[in-house]
């Protein structure tokens, strides 16, 4: 049926315009049908897939005694590259046990496009499919060239492989309209004709949605059908786009100069205290000099980035017309100074006034970020303190396993509730729970994972001492964690785009004495034109395993992605996921707040090379203890407070300005 459908619409192909929409194969990777593109999808999207092709070339003879579910997420992690993970399982339709299944298994996948462009010249490719270890399922290796002519994308490639892509591939698309495509390949064992339908890029505003239907010429019974949707990751308060329609209508030099200079120098500093005290900051110091304002401050309100609470800051600078020519913004964490933030408040205005190339250079050119606080005379000290405020984040914990030999997903999901008080200066205390909500059959009683369903629980009990010496951080931490008893030592130093840290730990078990002790060692370097990291840990593990752990990060908006490589006992490779669950501007109140997670962590791994060559769960390994209260994310903002980082995200200080203040 679906070969003659293709037949009667192939003449619809020669009204189509010339660009194409690139999305996944039904291997994952951007392709055709079953055969790459040398197209990679784009930077910062995620595009997941549902599919049922009996995609085993073992049973190709029986496929029609299994049936298939194949889930793919395709990620756009830096331009001209993706990643692609794979949950394949495939079962017998007349399935006599949990165990009747041919195929269960993670993998991963990646392709690169080499970057070079000329109209007259296709586009090349290379990738692996299937990496790592010695069971795997889907394995290939491959180059590949494609060119488009108008409504035609035709692609060639060769494939090194046991199976599918094993030797010369090629394939062709054809554009119909915007939303239609006529597809055809051949893999190097199968000829495969299919349909795509999918809604007009930007018809969501999150994305796309699309549809594929194939069959295959060599077994007209091997009919399959795949659902995908793509997704734009995070929403980038720093994107140029999002305000190319404000001008200098939306700030009016009435807005800005407003009260005569005697009243603005009398009244600056009261009038800034009541606004930033009544927004939700809290200690609050302010000084001035004759052309200088100074603003320390703790934020508690913009659990997103800090970088929202300097654009509050600077808004509320603007709007009150202070008569001062630059700014020293020191940003404090329990009530200790973290970094400064120094720059030209004039310049400032003249970038909210307007968007320009040279605005933007110029406020961006006196931007400074350094630990050299400087003593100044202060007008108001330590405003809306932060002391014995009870702080509630509510959280969400969840424990799963992903194809294992049981089950396709088996999942514990529970509520963490986190209490926080800033105590002093430098001391504060934190309080973790942990209460399971929802749970699969295998985390029940009686299943293969009720060992890890704990019940209600107390996670810690830790007190938290802090000290900052200019790049240094250093934080002990104490109490009571996991049922040990013991603590951490913590400690950080930054310079630049350069971090150093060390944890120390020593927990012994309140029941069978048993002691742990871990030593971790990392550098992380933060790359400002992608808004990624990459760092390195090794040490001993809080399973006294030793190893290291290899990871490169990339936020988008605020949600971070994350691949690693760890090594230790066993070999693992991973993707992760953090972000916060909570919105980006959160109440303060006099007695304290509720919201949601601040930053909600997860990852799913699988080990790529066990000495048997087999993938089974160890879940134990290379585990870096963690608690709610670390640097790198109450004191550093996620890594994100040095000077580059800041200069890449002044649009994110003109967005809080018009979002908030204005």
């Not at 700014?327 to 320009?356: A, C, R, T």
């Not at 066990?610 to 890594?639: C, H, M, S, Y």
Request: aromatic fraction near 14%; glycine fraction near 8%; hydrophobic fraction near 35%.
């Amino acid at each position: 049926m679906l070969k003659y459908l293709f037949l009667s619409c192939f003449s619809l192909a020669f009204l189509s315009a010339d660009n194409f929409y690139n999305t996944s194969s039904f291997q994952g990777y951007t392709g055709i049908i079953n055969i790459p593109t040398a197209e990679v999808i784009q930077d910062g999207k995620i595009e997941l897939q549902i599919s049922n092709q009996v995609d085993a070339f073992r049973v190709r003879e029986t496929r029609d005694q299994y049936k298939a579910e194949h889930y793919f997420l395709n990620f756009g992690f830096l331009p001209n590259l993706e990643i692609t993970g794979r949950l394949a399982n495939i079962e017998e339709k007349e399935q006599q046990s949990r165990y009747g299944f041919l195929d269960r298994d993670l993998s991963a996948s990646f392709k690169y496009q080499i970057p070079y462009y000329h109209k007259y010249l296709p586009k090349i490719a290379f990738g692996m499919q299937d990496v790592g270890g010695d069971a795997n399922r889907y394995e290939a290796t491959y180059i590949v060239a494609s060119q488009q002519y108008a409504f035609f994308r035709g692609t060639v490639g060769y494939g090194f492989s046991s199976e599918r892509l094993d030797g010369f591939f090629a394939g062709a698309e054809l554009k119909a309209n915007e939303w239609f495509y006529l597809l055809s390949d051949y893999d190097s064992h199968d000829t495969n004709i299919g349909l795509r339908v999918g809604t007009p890029v930007d018809f969501f505003d999150f994305g796309e949605i699309s549809l594929m239907a194939k069959t295959n010429l060599d077994d007209e019974d091997d009919n399959s059908i795949a659902l995908n949707v793509k997704i734009n990751l995070g929403v980038k308060h720093h994107s140029r786009e999002k305000y190319e329609n404000i001008t200098t209508s939306n700030i009016t030099a009435q807005t800005i100069y407003t009260l005569p200079v005697e009243d603005r120098t009398i009244n600056s500093i009261e009038n800034l205290k009541n606004s930033l005290v009544n927004f939700g900051l809290e200690n609050i110091d302010i000084g001035d000099t004759q052309t200088k304002i100074y603003v320390a401050y703790e934020n508690n309100i913009f659990d997103h980035n800090e970088v929202d609470a300097l654009g509050a800051i600077l808004g509320y600078m603007i709007e009150l017309n202070l008569p001062h020519q630059t700014f020293e913004i020191v940003i404090k964490k329990s009530n200790q100074k973290v970094k400064k933030v120094i720059g030209d408040l004039e310049k400032y205005k003249k970038f909210l006034k307007s968007l320009s190339q040279r605005s933007m250079r110029e406020f961006e050119q006196s931007l400074h970020v350094n630990t050299n606080f400087t003593d100044i005379p202060l007008k108001v000290n330590n405003a809306n303190s932060s002391y014995f405020k009870t702080r509630a984040e509510i959280g969400i914990g969840l424990d799963n396993f992903v194809g294992v030999e049981i089950s396709l997903y088996e999942y514990l999901l529970s509520a963490r509730p986190y209490f926080h008080w800033n105590l002093y200066k430098g001391l504060d205390l934190g309080i973790l729970a942990d209460f399971p909500i929802l749970e699969s059959e295998q985390f029940k009683k009686g299943g293969a994972f009720y060992y890890r369903n704990e019940g209600n629980k107390l996670e810690n009990i830790m007190l938290h001492k802090s000290d900052i010496f200019g790049h240094f951080i250093n934080l002990l931490s104490v109490g009571y964690y996991d049922e040990q008893y013991g603590g951490f030592e913590n400690i950080s130093y930054t310079h630049k785009d350069h971090t150093f840290k060390l944890k120390l730990g020593y927990l012994e078990h309140e029941d069978t004495k048993e002691t742990r002790n871990i030593a971790l060692a990392s550098y992380g370097y933060y790359h400002q034109n992608y808004d990624a990291y990459i760092e390195i840990t090794g040490g001993k593990y809080y399973n006294q395993d030793t190893g290291f752990d290899l990871q490169v990060k990339r936020y988008f908006g605020e949600t971070l992605i994350r691949f690693f490589y760890q090594n230790a006992d066993n070999q693992y490779i991973g993707l992760g996921v953090e972000l916060p669950l909570t919105p980006r501007h959160v109440a303060n109140t006099a007695y304290g707040q509720i919201k949601g997670q601040n930053l909600f962590s997860h990852q799913i791994r699988t080990v790529v090379r066990a000495d048997d060559g087999q993938n089974f769960v160890l879940p134990g390994g290379v585990i870096n203890p963690v608690t709610e209260f670390e640097i790198e994310n109450r004191f550093l903002n996620k890594d994100r407070l040095s000077e580059s980082y800041i200069k890449k995200h002044i649009l994110r200080l003109r967005d809080v300005y018009f979002t908030y203040i204005q």
